[in-house]
């Protein structure tokens, strides 16, 4: 594993430094956890949730649309108290919404029905304590879903960035299929863990990087850069970049997808 991620409270600043940009900006977000709604739409009958958790809401996006997807209480819990501002904002009365960290959950333990959680564990050194508090807080018979993002995701932008700034890290670290699948079974037996690779189309590796500014998802970990990198080494990034015939360019991501029922 590579460099490990920063600490929360830089987390939870750049998050929040984002909120206002982040929804016009969440594609990915988007795709991942509108599968999970769907998911949870194919219970049928045999979902009906008296109270939903949405563990890391942001800006409360999912949150609006489970609550009104499932007349229930529905809570949104996000570190960054930027981003619960903006939830607060834009969210009609009857949503909770709360800071705090999902790896010590200010509720009780089997309160919950659902945890949803959308692009959110792969912000943490150890996604197993965050899986332990879902299990936690999870009514016998209640469901977990969430997704996260795998080794390989802007494999182009890291390669790039290898051949225009050598041993210098610039892309986000995260866990192998393998780590990932040997840290849900110890938490969450009997899980089903889905993959895919989603590629999403840019117009250039300058749009890609102002996305994940817009997003608050720039590299986070404590071996960045405190400076601009230079002019120089951003060209050859970007002429470095594989580019597709019409000059536009494709970025991957590594996409999984945890379910799991409480006994």
């Not at 807080?137 to 997704?147: D, I």
């Not at 802007?154 to 210098?168: F, H, I, R, S, Y």
């Not at 189309?201 to 960045?224: D, H, I, N, Q, V």
């Not at 990198?229 to 580019?243: D, E, F, N, Q």
């Given at each position: 594993?590579?460099?490990?991620?920063?600490?929360?409270?830089?987390?939870?600043?750049?998050?929040?430094?984002?909120?206002?940009?982040?929804?016009?900006?969440?594609?990915?977000?988007?795709?991942?956890?509108?599968?999970?709604?769907?998911?949870?739409?194919?219970?049928?009958?045999?979902?009906?949730?008296?109270?939903?958790?949405?563990?890391?809401?942001?800006?409360?996006?999912?949150?609006?649309?489970?609550?009104?997807?499932?007349?229930?209480?529905?809570?949104?819990?996000?570190?960054?108290?930027?981003?619960?501002?903006?939830?607060?904002?834009?969210?009609?009365?009857?949503?909770?919404?709360?800071?705090?960290?999902?790896?010590?959950?200010?509720?009780?333990?089997?309160?919950?029905?659902?945890?949803?959680?959308?692009?959110?564990?792969?912000?943490?050194?150890?996604?197993?304590?965050?899986?332990?508090?879902?299990?936690?807080?999870?009514?016998?018979?209640?469901?977990?879903?969430?997704?996260?993002?795998?080794?390989?995701?802007?494999?182009?932008?890291?390669?790039?960035?290898?051949?225009?700034?050598?041993?210098?890290?610039?892309?986000?670290?995260?866990?192998?299929?393998?780590?990932?699948?040997?840290?849900?079974?110890?938490?969450?037996?009997?899980?089903?863990?889905?993959?895919?690779?989603?590629?999403?189309?840019?117009?250039?590796?300058?749009?890609?990087?102002?996305?994940?500014?817009?997003?608050?998802?720039?590299?986070?970990?404590?071996?960045?850069?405190?400076?601009?990198?230079?002019?120089?080494?951003?060209?050859?990034?970007?002429?470095?970049?594989?580019?597709?015939?019409?000059?536009t360019i494709i970025a991957s991501y590594e996409a999984?997808?945890?379910?799991?029922?409480?006994?």
């Amino acid at each position: 594993m590579s460099s490990s991620i920063a600490d929360k409270s830089l987390i939870a600043s750049q998050f929040g430094g984002a909120s206002k940009t982040y929804d016009g900006a969440s594609r990915l977000q988007r795709i991942m956890g509108d599968e999970m709604v769907g998911a949870l739409k194919l219970a049928g009958d045999d979902l009906r949730p008296r109270r939903i958790l949405d563990l890391g809401c942001g800006t409360g996006w999912f949150t609006r649309k489970i609550a009104q997807t499932w007349p229930c209480q529905v809570t949104g819990v996000d570190l960054s108290p930027g981003m619960i501002k903006q939830a607060s904002e834009r969210s009609e009365q009857g949503i909770e919404l709360m800071v705090a960290d999902a790896e010590s959950l200010p509720v009780p333990s089997n309160s919950f029905d659902v945890v949803f959680s959308n692009l959110m564990v792969q912000w943490c050194d150890d996604p197993r304590t965050v899986f332990a508090e879902c299990r936690r807080v999870l009514r016998p018979g209640g469901r977990l879903v969430l997704s996260t993002l795998l080794e390989g995701t802007l494999g182009e932008l890291k390669q790039a960035w290898a051949e225009a700034d050598p041993g210098q890290q610039h892309i986000n670290r995260f866990e192998s299929e393998t780590a990932l699948r040997q840290r849900v079974e110890a938490v969450l037996p009997d899980a089903r863990l889905d993959t895919r690779t989603i590629a999403l189309p840019y117009a250039s590796p300058m749009a890609l990087a102002a996305e994940l500014r817009l997003l608050g998802a720039g590299f986070k970990s404590e071996s960045r850069r405190r400076t601009l990198t230079a002019p120089g080494r951003v060209r050859t990034m970007c002429l470095s970049y594989p580019k597709q015939s019409d000059g536009t360019i494709i970025a991957s991501y590594e996409a999984a997808w945890v379910s799991w029922q409480a006994s």
